[in-house]
């Protein structure tokens, strides 16, 4: 396609795009030293709607983004057409618009930012990471523990869950460091025998060179961490370092750098704390041994 970027990665989806070309066109309005106000004139908008889309919050439309260029003096048509072909590409739906129905909108934009991610550090206090799930394990959880009712919209709940689990095996596939309370590889989420054999897929994956296991021991869970959350990085320089909670009804993104630092040293010393990835891998097979 004529102006794209054969330097993004592979795993760059329209929720990164977004976020990208919203940062982008930042950068422009500012070199030229044009108002927010302004802007947001120009494309028969209000100060609110340039301010989400410079976030990278809301879709953007062709025509919008070609105003914009021209106000900010972009008049080489190699560079107007690379930005619009960012603009056609991040409304591009993503694999996972499809399940829109049985997913919150605050997890489709997980979902889009995950598989765009060139790190994932994660924290468990529950249950084992969704990347890292078996099927039956996560049918466990999406059933509540009776997987025997799945409705078809668990299903496709299930399905989602799977399909996320692609990124692993992809070719730029993101490094993943999952840190796991001692508690989640007792909790018979299943059935013991979906534990057994969730605890043996951990093994497996954790001999992969872009998976990283460590387990919390007991003696020193709860004291540098009180929740479970996960830190996403990222190679493109235009997308920030975020953490993600997640709540019953909501999920909390947090980008100052304040907030990520305060999660990351948290996240070291939850590593030092925690069993080293051999030990861990020591660990794992002494519970399938037992299992």
Partial sequence: MAGRDQTEPEGTGPT?????????????????GVARS?????????????????????????????????LYGITDDAERE????????????????PYGDVLPDWFEDYV???MSASRI?????????GLLQTEDYARA???????????????????????????????????????LDESVLHRPIGGPSALVAQVEHLLELSSLPNVVVQVLPFGLSGY??????????????????????????AAVYLDKRADVESYSRVMDRVAVDALT?????QHLSKIVAEG
């Fill in 141 to 179: 959880i999406i059933t509540s523990g009776h997987p025997d009712r799945a409705t078809p919209d668990d299903e496709r709940r299930l399905a989602v869950r799977m399909r996320r689990q692609q990124t692993l095996g992809r070719r730029d596939a993101p490094t993943v460091w999952a840190i």
């Fill in 38 to 70: 302004d802007a947001a004139w120009s494309i028969r908008g209000s100060d609110s709607k340039m301010s989400r889309l410079e976030a990278g919050k809301v879709g953007f439309k062709e025509r919008d983004v070609a105003d914009l260029l021209t």
């Fill in 121 to 129: 550090q994660t924290y468990e206090l529950m249950f084992v990471p």
């Fill in 16 to 32: 990164a795009r977004r976020i990208i070309l919203g940062a982008q066109l930042r950068r422009l309005r500012e070199r030229a």
């Fill in 82 to 97: 690379l930005l619009l072909d960012t603009t056609r590409r991040s409304n591009e739906p993503g694999w996972w618009q």
């Fill in 224 to 249: 540098a961490a009180e929740s479970t959350f996960s830190i996403l990085r990222f190679s493109e320089p235009e997308l920030p370092d975020l953490v993600y909670q997640e709540h019953l009804t």
């Fill in 277 to 281: 990835p051999d030990e861990t891998r």
């Fill in 112 to 114: 889009g930012l995950e």
